[in-house]
């Protein structure tokens, strides 16, 4: 079963960090591009970054570059967002997507206030 588990959300204070992990199952992990987005309430689905199969090459949205580290660990099939500086904006649910194989997981929600 293709399956995307991530984890590693809660609530942090502006300027806290968070780090999300993002499990992967049922597929050659290795082999795929890996990707973050997020969704605010009554906003679109938003790209945050992007990592190459093996983890040399990565992209970010303008929002994200600076304060985001996206990084992955192919010995155990494994995505990680980590995030520093929050700033309230970044309150949404995140997710990660394998865009190769066209899966979702099921998100985890991240909530900066004070």
């Known amino acids: 079963q293709v399956q995307l588990v991530e984890s590693g959300g809660g609530s942090v204070q502006p300027g806290g960090s968070l780090r999300l992990s993002c499990a992967a199952s049922?597929?050659?992990?290795?082999?795929?591009?890996m990707r973050w987005y997020r969704q605010s309430p009554g906003k679109e689905r938003e790209f945050i970054a992007d990592?190459?199969?093996?983890?040399?090459?990565?992209e970010y949205a303008d929002f994200a570059r600076g304060r985001f580290t996206i990084s992955r660990d192919n010995s155990n099939g494994t995505v990680y967002l980590q995030m520093d500086s929050l700033k309230l904006e970044d309150t949404a649910v995140y997710f990660c997507?394998?865009?190769?194989?066209?899966?979702w997981g099921q998100g985890t929600q991240v909530t900066v206030s004070t």
């Open positions: 997507y394998a865009p190769q194989r066209g899966v």
């Open positions: 049922g597929f050659s992990f290795s082999t795929t591009t």
């Open positions: 990592i190459s199969t093996g983890g040399l090459l990565t």
